[in-house]
T-cell receptor
Framework: DAKTTQPPSMDCAEGRAANLPCNHSTISGNEYVYWYRQIHSQGPQYIIHGLKNNETNEMASLIITEDRKSSTLILPHATLRDTAVYYC????????????FGKGTSLLVTP | KAGVTQTPRYLIKTRGQQVTLSCSPISGHRSVSWYQQTPGQGLQFLFEYFSETQRNKGNFPGRFSGRQFSNSRSEMNVSTLELGDSALYLCASSLVQGAANGELFFGEGSRLTVL
């Protein structure tokens, strides 16, 4: 699977949009971009995924560049409960779940 | 519906012992994956099971083993425990194996401490 690069940490003020970038410059055509997050001491939680089109669900939006070499996860109105480690993962489909979580981005939402 | 259930949640063992961890997936889910999480190495894939067959295995020594039963419940075993095996062991289940929209649902984990 392609390697991803994320900033180690980010801050965001409560109520503002949190924009978390991910670089996946070696992504191939059959690889999807997935985002998970892990709140302290809990198991990771699925957020969203996409192939090449922008995606939105009740939790977040995923913006994938046209060349698919990078993406941005957007939390439109961050709350304190969004403080977590966010993982950007590239996964070949179809395939199993041997996911490479990497180090992720530690997002701190401040009051 | 109930989420992924892992037991025990916490356990303490000594070096050289063995441990068995259990995972009950979400009802109807047939794919179960195991991950190890440590502060130094982060989340690392251990193995994946689907329909009682191991489909993928991570880069871990043979002391780490697992199995899946006909009801999709899974167990993992670590023999001859070492201090470095202290970690949070996470189990995740999915409805199907490999589908693009096959998100993983994680349990709360089993925290193992090896003394």
């Amino acid at each position: 699977d392609a390697k991803t690069t994320q900033p180690p940490s980010m801050d965001c003020a409560e109520g503002r949009a949190a924009n978390l970038p991910c670089n996946h410059s070696t992504i191939s055509g059959n690889e999807y971009v997935y985002w998970y997050r892990q709140i302290h001491s809990q198991g990771p939680q699925y957020i969203i995924h996409g192939l090449k089109n922008n995606e939105t669900n009740e939790m977040a939006s995923l913006i994938i560049t046209e060349d698919r070499k990078s993406s941005t996860l957007i939390l439109p109105h961050a709350t304190l409960r969004d403080t977590a480690v966010y993982y950007c993962i590239v996964r070949v489909v179809p395939s199993g779940y041997a996911l490479n979580f990497g180090k992720g981005t530690s997002l701190l939402v401040t009051p | 519906k109930a989420g992924v259930t892992q037991t025990p949640r916490y356990l303490i063992k000594t070096r050289g012992q063995q441990v068995t961890l259990s995972c009950s997936p979400i009802s109807g889910h047939r794919s179960v994956s195991w991950y190890q999480q440590t502060p130094g190495q982060g989340l690392q894939f251990l193995f994946e099971y689907f329909s009682e067959t191991q489909r993928n295995k991570g880069n871990f020594p043979g002391r780490f083993s697992g199995r899946q039963f006909s009801n999709s419940r899974s167990e993992m075993n670590v023999s001859t425990l070492e201090l470095g095996d202290s970690a949070l062991y996470l189990c995740a289940s999915s409805l199907v194996q490999g589908a693009a929209n096959g998100e993983l649902f994680f349990g709360e984990g089993s925290r193992l401490t090896v003394l």
